[in-house]
């Protein structure tokens, strides 16, 4: 089974609110990223985990904070989003060493900043 | 110059066609090549996965990837209307590398 589910599906947001997204895969991945996908572009690296520690931050602005609270989970929380961050946020994971080229992706959370 | 180009289409095909996409890049040191299938408003779901050259077949898929030229292809054979979605390439250097997506193609396939 290789799913990775994303929650919620579609989040509106304003400005000054606080949102998270949640992220689930139980394939035994140690693996965890994050990406942004404006339409009609490829899907852009925003954050890595490996072994539920941040190896790799694309220079990211700090409105995004992720958290990855077990080998299970993946958290992206939002504040103080601006209308530009509106996006398709797609989660994935894979296995480390060799077989970590193999990215598996959840379906993804449209977000809307108002 | 980006490292992986691919053409954004779209590509329209009539049902029962050969689909044919590829990809470019400069970067020889890529040894990892990728296929996703991205619907609209959906995620990519992995299609076909292939280390260093060679040819790959996965029922209708056939990829191939030529590190001579630095050119991979996804060929799609009968294709279906269900077909129609966006095709990213994507390519690494090595296990811990990070993962290079082309621009995406748009593909339909009309009844």
């Known amino acids: 089974d290789t799913e990775v589910t994303q929650t919620p599906k579609h989040l509106v947001m304003g400005m000054t609110n606080k949102k998270s997204l949640k992220c689930e895969q139980h394939?035994?991945?140690?693996?965890m990223y994050w990406y942004k996908q404006k339409a009609k572009k490829p899907p852009e690296l925003m954050f890595v985990?490996?072994?539920?520690?941040?190896?790799i931050n694309e220079s990211v602005p700090s409105r995004f904070s992720p958290e990855c609270p077990n080998s299970s989970l993946l958290n992206l929380h939002l504040h103080a989003l601006q209308p530009e961050d509106s996006a398709l946020y797609l989660c994935?994971?894979?296995?480390?060493?060799?077989?970590?080229?193999?990215?598996?992706f959840g379906a993804g959370t449209r977000l809307s900043v108002l | 110059q980006k490292e992986v180009e691919q053409d954004p289409g779209p590509l329209s095909v009539p049902e029962g066609a050969i689909v044919s996409l590829n990809c470019t890049y400069s970067?020889?040191?890529?040894?990892?090549f990728m296929w996703y299938r991205q619907y609209s408003r959906k995620g990519p779901e992995l299609l076909m996965y292939?280390?260093?050259?060679g040819n790959k077949e996965d029922g209708r898929f056939t990829a191939q990837v030529d590190k001579s030229s630095k050119y991979i292809s996804l060929f799609i054979r009968d294709s279906q209307p269900s077909d129609s979605a966006t095709y990213l390439c994507?390519?690494?250097?090595?296990?811990?590398?990070?993962?290079?997506f082309g621009a995406g193609t748009q593909v339909v396939v009309t009844p």
């Open positions: 292939t280390y260093s050259s």
């Open positions: 970067n020889s040191a890529f040894q990892y």
């Open positions: 994507a390519m690494k250097k090595d296990s811990w590398g990070k993962l290079q």
């Open positions: 994935a994971s894979s296995q480390v060493g060799e077989a970590k080229n193999i990215q598996y």
């Open positions: 985990y490996s072994y539920e520690k941040l190896s």
């Open positions: 394939m035994g991945h140690r693996a």
